[in-house]
């Protein structure tokens, strides 16, 4: 009997002394904010972080791996019982968590729609100088660079200045229903961005207007688990430099973080195009308990910038980027704050609350409303331009509770949306001065006359739902549905005998459906089938502004999509595929007038089909290949314009049915080929190709665009294993080639106009970055 009690007691002593108490913490390599649901095994025995990233085991193991969806697996050898893990986002898996779908974190396979992220890997390794350089790797888009962080955009949609995108942060819009600008992105701080997930087609069930092309959600960066800080400057061989700064600490249950940068351009490539731009966010999180969070963000935008116009056929093929004047401007500033109230009753249930606020300033004296009055004869007579503000502020709530159910293994979510956004507009006349014999505007006088003054009191409510089931275990069902009614209330500030409505009230009242399903195949393969429609009412300007002289109706777009992925060669491809009909009805469409400049008219019908694929293949871990594409056919259904013969002075319809639209390529794509070898941890090399294929100029589909194909190479070394651990340099080199290229083509009576895009462009950049959890 002794004998076995001493067995046991030696059993007992050997257990205890091999067994130890493992603790820990895991970040994301990039942000270093804790990670939440990373999965720890240890010789067979398992746990989960917590909300704060950190873990507690007992193990015997001399190792330890961590998992999560999103993220490269990281296995390291036990060497103390207090481990720091980090880890990076993978860029080969196509199949992360999102939040974008439903306002709550979800598995991409989970979710019926066309969605795509850029994650805090490749926003790192890409070192971009503007948005449209990490955007255009996702399959179906295409930001258009417009010069010094100004744009436009072209997903499922041909190229367009009109509201069918919505721009959100942390998935609040950045912007009101009605005060839409094809620029704002430029009121984002690229420097606090985490991760940029895209939804393609319409999302309007879940986030209301203008998400009918695509819906691009920016996801603002937290504060670091313990401390952590960046530091970083760049430049490039056009004069452009910038100055990036950005850290924080988590203390308890409060964390912080801040982050900024500030951009210079002067005497460019390109004539009159210098430019400054301040931009800088916040973030403070405070955890009153493991069930309760609040957060509070602000962002401060300020952009300064000559705007330089675009070019007529003769200046761009020669080359010559000299502008036609030397007046004209955007000055930008956009202050943006919200609250955010968190709560977990239980893990079936969960709430929260987010109040916002926006104060936000455009002012401008834009290029592209300059224009030359001529006669019957087409001989010049004048010029004329104009000077214009606008302004608005924002005190809105975005409320939503999601409830879970054993029914069917069922969710549903709620919510609604209150958006209070008050505004005002001005447009002075201007006569503009013309040296005609060299096309060059001298300089302007303002008249003092008012072409618009008014002031719309904006209020947008809306209330929406959506249901989840999962009746059998591969298949998911989502139903979703959204009630949205905008009110203007315009006062004209004009007098009485102005040549347009001194006031009026105006409802939109539109239910966005939206029914989808999801069914796993099992072996990362899978496919959706979704339904869902868009909406867009008028803008303020387009409904209210002088020239708009043709009523607008409120446009709808029903969307008809099946997708699926699948991953092959042991998970080292991924291929996603998804295919839409887009059918637009009463879409507002650009009509380009004879001075160059627009007005907006409903289109009866429109049709817009296409195919859009992602293949990303990792033969080896140091080798990674993307590929990203749309093929689509952008077509008038029924459209016409009413124009002028100037000769005869009278008006005719031209009829476009059955045309392409214009500024519509047929095929865009991207790819990238990145090295990251073993045998120099921190070193990458990437060389990636963009093209745009063809396309129409003008409606009447007589003029065309040729595309291009540009290739650019970016080379990365980040420190990691000596003295000098956290610096970093980089080499980009843009348009490798130096091709002369246009990112808009535009056409009218009287020739083309094009908008230049960069010669080869060579940036170098340092930095410096530490973190301790």
Known sequence: MKKYFLYFLLSLFSTTAFCQNITGTVTDANTHEPLAGVTINADGSTTQTNAKGQFSMAARAKTITATMVGYGTKTISITTNKLSIELAPSTVDLQPVVVSASREGEARQDAPIAIAKINSTQIKDTKATALYQLLNKVAGVYMVNLGNEQHTMAIRQPITYNALY????????????????????????????????????PASSLYGSNSIGGAVNFI????????????????????????DADGGFTSGKFGLYAGGYIAHQKNSWQDYSDFDKYSVNFKTTYSFSDHTKLTTTA?????????????????????????????????????????????????????????????????????????????????????????????FHSFGLLAQHRSNFDFLHSRLIAGIYVDDSPSSYYAQYLNITKDVANNYYTGFSNTGTYIDNYRIKLFNTAAYTQYEINPVEPLRIVMGLRYDKVHYNFTNALTTGAKYKQQESTDFNIVAPKLGLTYDLGGNKGFYVNYSVGFQPPETGDLYQARQLIPLKQATF?????????????????????????????????????????????????????????????????????????????????YSEVSTNYVTNTNYTLVYNGNRMNNAPVWIANAELTYKPNYLPGFRLAGEWQHIDKYYTNPANTKTYSGYNIYNLRLGYDLKQTALKGAGIWFNVLNLTNKLYATTVTSNQYGDTYNAAPPRTVSLGVSYSFAKN
């Not at 819009?173 to 701080?189: A, D, K, Q, V, W």
């Not at 603002?220 to 100055?243: L, W």
């Not at 249930?349 to 006669?375: C, E, H, M, W």
């Not at 990303?616 to 689509?632: C, I, K, R």
């Open 166 to 201: 919505l721009y959100m942060e942390d998935g609040v819009p950045i912007r009101p229903t009605g005060i839409f600008n094809h620029n704002s992105l430029y009121e984002i701080n690229m420097s606090g961005v985490k991760d940029v997930e895209v939804i393609k087609g």
């Open 558 to 638: 029903n969307n008809y999509e099946v997708g699926g992925w699948v991953s092959a060669f042991d998970k080292k491809m991924y291929i996603e595929v998804s295919l839409y009909d887009l059918e637009g009805h009463n879409e507002i469409i650009n009509q380009l007038l004879p001075d160059n400049t627009t007005q907006n008219q409903n289109a009866g019908a429109t049709r817009h089909r296409g195919i859009e694929y992602a293949l990303t293949y990792a033969p080896v871990n140091e080798l990674s290949f993307h590929f990203n594409g749309t093929n689509a056919k952008h077509t008038y259904v029924d």
């Open 299 to 391: 962002a401060y935008n300020y952009l300064n910038t000559q705007t330089p116009g675009s070019l007529d056929s003769v200046h761009f093929y020669s080359r010559n980027y000299g502008s036609n004047n030397r007046f004209t401007y955007r000055k930008v500033e956009a202050f943006r704050a919200n609250v955010k109230l968190e709560h977990s009753w239980s893990q079936k249930n969960s709430t929260f609350f987010n109040a916002f606020f926006r104060d936000n300033s455009t002012a401008q004296l834009p290029s592209y409303f300059i224009a030359d009055v001529r006669n019957s004869s087409g001989a010049y007579v004048s010029s004329n331009g104009q000077v214009n503000d606008q302004r």
């Open 220 to 243: 603002t960066q937290g504060p670091p688990a313990g401390y952590a800080g960046d530091f970083s400057v760049q430049g490039d061989n056009y004069n452009y430099r910038r100055i």
